[in-house]
């Protein structure tokens, strides 16, 4: 069975600070999605990385697949109060399913 | 925009009643999943289609089946619900070559 390992699993911190977020696994993926979720809202698609040591930005969000594509990481930059949320990892195995991440409650306190 | 529609944000069902949660996205895609999302577990897939007529089982089917009549439509059926059914239930979509899903609000539903 595939799994997908994050962490942490919450975070809580001041606006204006710097996390970051692992996801890693023992298998190999084809490509792996970073969704954000709101309460009461389902998860939104953030960023798909593709390509073995890709680096994706978007703003203040910096995603990376690892070399080996088992592993990625999304860093946050000067962390605002708008980035409270739930954030989910998961790969595509290529067998016709996304294999999901526990999530990482994030909390940016003002 | 993708749209995936859930027909209910909040359901509340006894234990033993058959619920049926109604799933519609607009974009014409082949794929649709169900999945449960539960505290410290992420997104649990139970059943995804392919194909109208078409099902294949998740990670977590038991208690559950479903029903895609319409290329538009996936549909979620719980045969006699149970209190460890309680949870927020997700549809989504996604075009043939499997990714981006595509979420709907979700369905919170609870079993008494």
Wanted: hydrophobic share 30%; charged share 25%; aromatic share 10%.
């Amino acid at each position: 069975t595939q799994l997908l390992e994050q962490s942490p699993q919450f975070l809580s911190i001041q606006e204006g600070e710097n996390l970051t977020v692992y996801c890693n696994s023992s298998s190999v993926f084809s490509s792996l999605q970073w969704y954000r979720q709101e309460p009461g809202e389902g998860p939104v698609l953030l960023v798909t990385v593709v390509t073995g040591g890709e680096v994706k930005k978007l703003k203040r969000l910096t995603f990376q697949f690892g070399d080996a594509r088992k592993d990625s990481s999304l860093h946050i930059t000067a962390a605002q109060t708008g980035d409270t949320g739930l954030y989910l990892c998961a790969g595509d195995n290529q067998g016709g399913k996304l294999i999901f991440g526990q999530g990482t409650e994030l909390s940016v306190k003002p | 925009d993708v749209k995936v529609t859930q027909s209910s944000r909040y359901l509340v069902k006894r234990t033993g009643e058959k619920v049926f949660l109604e799933c519609v996205q607009d974009m014409d895609h082949e794929n649709m999943f169900w999945y449960r999302q539960d505290p410290g577990l992420g997104l649990r897939l139970i059943y995804f289609s392919y194909d109208v007529k078409m099902k294949e089982k998740g990670d977590i089917p038991e208690g559950y089946s479903v029903s895609r009549e319409k290329k538009e439509r996936f549909s979620l059926i719980l045969e006699s619900a149970s209190t460890n059914q309680t949870s927020m239930y997700l549809c989504a979509s996604s075009p043939l070559d499997r990714w981006p899903q595509h979420f709907g609000d979700g369905t919170r539903l609870s079993i008494l």
